[in-house]
Structures are given as structure tokens and as C-alpha cells.
């Protein structure tokens, strides 16, 4: 069974940093891409950025590119999404999730497995 769990979002002001978790099991990911996505209110859940099971390939939206990073650590189960000078606009509840397939050129929500956690939330504002 896929399990993940998000953890380290909270207040941020504007042009800060923020580092987000997603723990899953070794067994995850060494079989399954992982994806940050977010949802801000009255918006549609939206793909953040995503890495590759395999050769740890990444992508990013173009709304973060350039100030997102996403990187694993396979000792500690974990996926990171170091989020760099951060705008009010970042501001939504974000999810990891693992992956049906993994892809250079987009991230969709539908191609998350399993249900949806709780997620994150990051806030930015002065």
C-alpha cells in the first residue's frame, strides 16, 4: 500500500524559505515517482514539481521553476521540496503523493495513487 505524509508547512513572510517533507516508505520510492502539488482557495489542486523514481529526473512548474528545488534522500525515506523566495501567491495547502508515471513536461493531480492527505499548509504574507 502507497502511503506518504507531508509535514514542515506554516507562516512564511515574502521572500522567505520554506523546506517541505513527504516520508514515505524505501519500498515508494524505489518504485514510484514522487509529486508535490498544491490547492490554493477557490482554485483547483495544481503539480508543483515532481522527481523520478529512477534517475531522479525532476520537473517544475512554470510557476516555480527557478525557486523550488526538489531532491530525496533514500536513507531517510524522504522527499524534500526546498521552496526559495517564496510569494504571497505560494500560498496553499500542499500535498506529496506518489505517481502513476512520471514525465518531463507536466504533473497532474490525476496522476497521483491513492487518496489525498491532509497536506500542508504555507502562508505567505507580511
Known amino acids: 500500500q502507497v502511503h506518504v505524509v507531508e509535514s514542515g508547512g506554516g507562516w512564511v513572510q515574502p521572500g522567505g524559505s520554506r523546506t517541505l517533507s513527504c516520508a514515505a516508505s524505501?519500498?515508494?520510492?524505489?518504485?514510484?515517482?514522487i509529486g508535490w502539488f498544491r490547492q490554493a482557495p477557490g482554485k483547483e489542486r495544481e503539480g508543483v514539481s515532481s522527481i523520478a523514481n529512477g534517475d531522479g529526473s525532476t520537473y517544475y512548474s512554470d510557476s516555480v521553476k527557478g525557486r523550488f528545488t526538489i531532491s530525496r534522500d533514500k536513507a531517510k525515506n524522504t522527499v524534500f521540496l526546498q521552496m526559495n523566495s517564496l510569494k504571497p501567491e505560494d500560498t496553499a495547502v500542499y500535498y506529496c503523493?506518489?505517481?502513476?508515471?512520471?514525465?518531463?513536461?507536466?504533473?497532474?493531480?490525476?496522476?497521483?495513487?491513492?487518496?489525498w492527505g491532509q497536506g500542508t499548509q504555507v502562508t505567505v504574507s507580511s
Open positions: 503523493a506518489a505517481l502513476t508515471h512520471w514525465t518531463l513536461m507536466s504533473l497532474s493531480p490525476r496522476s497521483a495513487i491513492g487518496s
Open positions: 524505501r519500498s515508494t520510492l524505489d518504485r514510484y515517482a
